[in-house]
């Protein structure tokens, strides 16, 4: 079955670096998403990505952040300058359609140590 | 704006036994859709469970159900005849049928199975 994969599985960062996250989507899907979990916190929404554009964002994912597609596989994440409270888990989600009736398949996500 | 709340950080139920998780969640819109995420150890985040708000019947997949009480706004996941298998973290989610694709989540329950 497909599955959506991301790498690396753990990134260690010093802080004011810039770290690039990446996921592979399920080839045939169509619009894109990242998240993020805090330990011990919610898993919260940062943002989407359809047809090569930023669709919606959350408050969190500010002018540091940015997303790309850049060769039609891949689906990166970069934060330009890291901060220690930007380490959490990320996780990369793909789905075929926007509606409800199309499911989010989910990465096993990164988890991003900033030191 | 719509929040998720699982109380409920850790639970136990011995293999065989029937265990129930909590979720409740906060509101204003009248379309949309919960669901459980199973998320094992350093693997995806899987779909368990999905209920439409519009849907009175509560939904089951084998040994899953839930009891969605739309009025209560409770959305809680029983598992039957737990395995080792069901161990994992469980997040139970939101997502608005109209207003956009993002899923909002609670902070997750983890699920220990005892021999």
């Known amino acids: 079955e497909p599955e959506v994969t991301q790498t690396p599985s753990h990134q260690v960062t010093q802080m004011g670096q810039e770290v690039i996250l990446r996921c592979v989507p399920i080839?045939?899907?169509?619009?894109f998403y990242w998240y993020r979990q805090i330990l011990g916190q919610k898993v919260e929404f940062l943002v989407s990505?359809?047809?090569?554009?930023?669709?919606?964002k959350s408050e969190i994912f500010d002018d540091q952040f940015s997303v790309e597609r850049p060769d039609g596989s891949n689906f990166t994440l970069k934060i330009r300058s890291t901060k220690l409270e930007d380490s959490a888990m990320y996780f990369c989600?793909?789905?075929?359609?926007?509606?409800?009736?199309?499911?989010?398949?989910f990465g096993p996500g990164t988890r991003l140590t900033v030191t | 704006a719509q929040t998720v709340t699982q109380s409920q950080p850790e639970m136990s139920v011995q293999e065989a036994e029937t265990v129930t998780l909590s979720c409740t969640y906060d509101?204003?819109?009248?379309?949309?859709?919960l669901f459980w995420y199973k998320q094992p150890p350093s693997r995806q985040m899987i779909l368990v469970i999905r209920?439409?708000?519009?849907?009175?019947q509560n939904a089951t997949e084998n040994r899953f159900s839930v009891n969605f009480q739309k009025a209560a706004k409770s959305f809680s996941l029983k598992i039957s005849d737990s395995q080792r298998g069901d161990a994992a973290m469980y997040f139970c989610?939101?997502?608005?049928?109209?207003?956009?694709?993002?899923?909002?989540f609670g902070k997750g329950t983890r699920l220990h199975i005892l021999p």
């Open positions: 209920q439409e708000a519009y849907k009175q």
């Open positions: 509101t204003s819109e009248s379309d949309y859709y």
């Open positions: 989610a939101y997502r608005s049928e109209t207003s956009d694709d993002k899923i909002i």
């Open positions: 080839s045939n899907h169509l619009y």
């Open positions: 989600a793909s789905t075929l359609g926007r509606t409800t009736s199309y499911e989010q398949y």
């Open positions: 990505f359809y047809n090569n554009e930023i669709s919606e």
